[in-house]
Structure formats: structure tokens, C-alpha cells
């Protein structure tokens, strides 16, 4: 029998510990790879579901029955937004070119906007309409439609609304603020320097001249007049004209039906069953790429919506 303390026992023990070592350390090797496996499907597996929240999958052929073509009008009218002229025209001329198109419905959810980018839409549902003469195109007011988006529902062939649906504010603004109290009070001097007389035109830092304003006023008026005058050609004897109609009050679906500024009750659903006598909708509205829209999902559009607020507080006209 072999003895305990002989040397060949204590290499056994010495060669079985190494043994159980190395297994040891191989096994984890094993599940560190197992765990890596894991963690790589699970990234996998978002990234799929990112692509899937973000990618519009279309479906091909869809267009090819009779429908209503949809586009939506929802936010700011603003160059950079969703409500860009640039998106709002793609859409339209889309939607107008389908030729299994029955019919067109402007959704709307603006409180209003850029009066340039308000009037290129107008402009161009206004051409659509002369080009494509069998194809109508009716504006639907949802939760509201004022002024910049009342100045694109003017060109429509019709409105609806609902009851307490929002309409008008038919009017322009041009708003800012004033620092020079404060910068007074903080001992803040303002420096200034301007090649042209006029070149600090309504700088909120410098105390505001009586011409400055005098001068601003008659850019609003212009193109109030120019909103009003749309409003008319669009509207034309539809319209039961008040002393307060083009003031900037805004209404409700109810009292829009009664000035004449609306046609009529109705829904998307409604109109493109009862009216264009088309139900089934397609949406032709631009939608963002993915870039756009992943950015979006993590808040970098808040960081963008703020600086344009920012921006467009101290911008030109406005009509909202």
C-alpha cells in the first residue's frame, strides 16, 4: 500500500488540484462565452425592435384600388417641422398624381404657423386642383384649425369640422420681449454696432423706436391683407362677412358653419365614405427617415422644438 506521505501521493494531489483548476477556469471561459451569446441576441433583438418602431414599412400594391388619399396637416406650419411646405406639397402632389385616387382630405391640427410656408401650400393645392379638376380636396378639421392652418384649409374645395372643433384667427402676429429695464437694473450696457440706419430693427436689447414699430405694423397689415384676401377667393360667397371675422377671435365648429368659414360636420371616415365616396383611406403623408425618427424617440427633437421656439421668438410675422 502506498504511503500517505510518500512523494508520488503528494504529485497526485498536486496533479488533481492543477486538474481542478484548469476544468474550473474553463468553465467559466464556457460561461462568460454563453453569457456573451446572450447579450449579443439581446442587442440583436432591440436593434430589431428600434428599426421596427421607426422603419415605415409600406405594403406594395396597396394603391392599387380606388381609395381617399390622406394627407395630415398636425403642428407648427414651419420650414424644419413636420408641417413644412416642403413635406405638405410632396404629399399633395402624391396624392393627386395616384391615379386610383378618388379624392384628397387635408387633416388638420394646427394652431397656425409661418404665413410663407401657409401660403406655397395654398398655392400649391390651388394649382392641384386646376390640374386634376375631377379630383377633389376637402379639408378636415379636427381639435383645431387656426390662422396659418386656416390660410392652407381656405384652398380646400371644403371644410368640415366638428362642433367644438377651433376655426379661425384670421390674423398676424409679431411678438417678442424687451430687456432693456432689466439690463438696467443688472447694469448691463448694450453695444451695438449696425452698417445701415435701420439695420437694429426691433433688437430686444435696444429701446424700441416709435418708427421701428410704425414700420412693423405695416408689414402686418400687408400680409393680413394678403391672409384676408385668400380667405375671400377661397371662400368666396360661402362667407357671411362680420365686423369681427378677420380680428383674430377664433370660433367653434358650430359658429365656423354659421359665418360660412366651414361647410359642414364630418370626420376623415365620413367624408371619404359620404362625400368622395371612397372609404377605404391611405395616407400619403411625408414621414420622417430614420435618422430623423430615432432621434426623436430619444429626445432630440425636444432639444430641436426648443430652439425653434427659441428662434422663432425672435423672428418675423407669425400667424398664429
Not at 404657423?113 to 406655397?120: D, F, I
Request: glycine share 10%; aromatic share 8%.
Amino acid at each position: 500500500m502506498e504511503n500517505p506521505q510518500s512523494p508520488n501521493s503528494d504529485s497526485n494531489w498536486e496533479r488533481k488540484t492543477l486538474e481542478k483548476l484548469a476544468y474550473a477556469a474553463l468553465e467559466e471561459q464556457r460561461a462568460r462565452r454563453r453569457w456573451g451569446v446572450v447579450f449579443k441576441a439581446l442587442g440583436f433583438a432591440y436593434l430589431v425592435v428600434v428599426l421596427i418602431a421607426v422603419v415605415d414599412w409600406g405594403v406594395g400594391g396597396e394603391h392599387q384600388e380606388r381609395h381617399t388619399a390622406m394627407v395630415n396637416l398636425t403642428g407648427v406650419i414651419e420650414a424644419r417641422g413636420e408641417a413644412s411646405a416642403e413635406k405638405l406639397i410632396s404629399a399633395l402632389q402624391s396624392a393627386f398624381e395616384e391615379k386610383n385616387s378618388a379624392g384628397v382630405v387635408l387633416r388638420i391640427n394646427s394652431p397656425g404657423g409661418s404665413p410663407v410656408q401657409a401660403g406655397m401650400v395654398n398655392d400649391e393645392i390651388r394649382r392641384l386642383r386646376a390640374k386634376y379638376p375631377e379630383k377633389p380636396l376637402y379639408a378636415v378639421v379636427e381639435d383645431i384649425c387656426a390662422s396659418g392652418g386656416y390660410f392652407v384649409a381656405a384652398a380646400a374645395d371644403g371644410i368640415y369640422v366638428n362642433k367644438a372643433s377651433i376655426v379661425g384667427s384670421i390674423g398676424v402676429l409679431m411678438d417678442g420681449f424687451g430687456f432693456t429695464a432689466t439690463m438696467d437694473k443688472l447694469g448691463v450696457e448694450r453695444r451695438l454696432l449696425t452698417a445701415g440706419a435701420n439695420k437694429g430693427f426691433l433688437d430686444p436689447f435696444s429701446p424700441q423706436e416709435a418708427r421701428h414699430k410704425a414700420h412693423a405694423q405695416v408689414l402686418l397689415d400687408d400680409i393680413h391683407r394678403q391672409f384676408i384676401d385668400v380667405v375671400k377667393t377661397g371662400r368666396g360667397s360661402r362667407l357671411k362677412e362680420s365686423p369681427d371675422m378677420f380680428s383674430g377671435l377664433m370660433w367653434t365648429g358650430v359658429q365656423s358653419v354659421e359665418l360660412g368659414l366651414a361647410d359642414g360636420y364630418g370626420s376623415v371616415d365620413s367624408v371619404a365614405r359620404d362625400v368622395i365616396k371612397a372609404e377605404k383611406i391611405l395616407d400619403y403623408s411625408v414621414k420622417d427617415n430614420i435618422a430623423e425618427r430615432f432621434a426623436k424617440r430619444i429626445g432630440a427633437g425636444a432639444v430641436h422644438g426648443f430652439w425653434s421656439g427659441f428662434s422663432a421668438a425672435a423672428s418675423g410675422a407669425t400667424l398664429r
